[in-house]
């Protein structure tokens, strides 16, 4: 099992910035590919960026490209997203998720999930 808790969500301007963080507690997290995805109300979950377990490969969607940034700390279990010049379309819940294999954009291929985190972009 590996558990997972996002942090660093929360409200912020148009052009604004937001670093997101996730923790992971359990089984060996440098074994793992990381992935962030996002929800938006009424909405499918949505591929955001992923990284290897390494962090020598990454991965976004061409939505967040140039303005966010995936990165992870093994020593600290922990994986990031920086996410610059945010807009209101960036709004949703936030997840982190763990994959036991390549890192994907599809959702399918992770097996921990974490409860999410809020982020909300005024105009």
């Known amino acids: 099992q590996v558990q997972l808790q996002e942090s660093g969500g929360g409200l912020v301007q148009a052009g604004g910035s937001l670093r997101l963080s996730c923790a992971a507690s359990?089984?060996?997290?440098?074994?793992?590919?990381m992935g962030w995805f996002r929800q938006a109300p009424g909405k499918e979950r949505e591929f955001v960026a992923a990284?290897?377990?390494?962090?020598?490969?990454?991965y976004y969607a061409d939505s967040v490209k140039g303005r966010f940034t995936i990165s992870r700390d093994n020593a600290k279990n922990t994986v990031y997203l920086q996410m610059n010049v945010l807009k209101p379309e960036d709004t949703a819940v936030y997840y982190c998720?763990?994959?036991?294999?390549?890192?994907?954009?599809?959702?399918?291929?992770?097996?921990?999930w974490g409860q999410g985190t809020q982020v909300t972009v005024s105009s």
């Open positions: 998720a763990a994959s036991f294999g390549i890192a994907s954009m599809d959702p399918k291929k992770y097996e921990y």
């Open positions: 359990g089984r060996t997290f440098s074994n793992y590919a």
């Open positions: 990284i290897s377990w390494s962090g020598s490969n990454t």
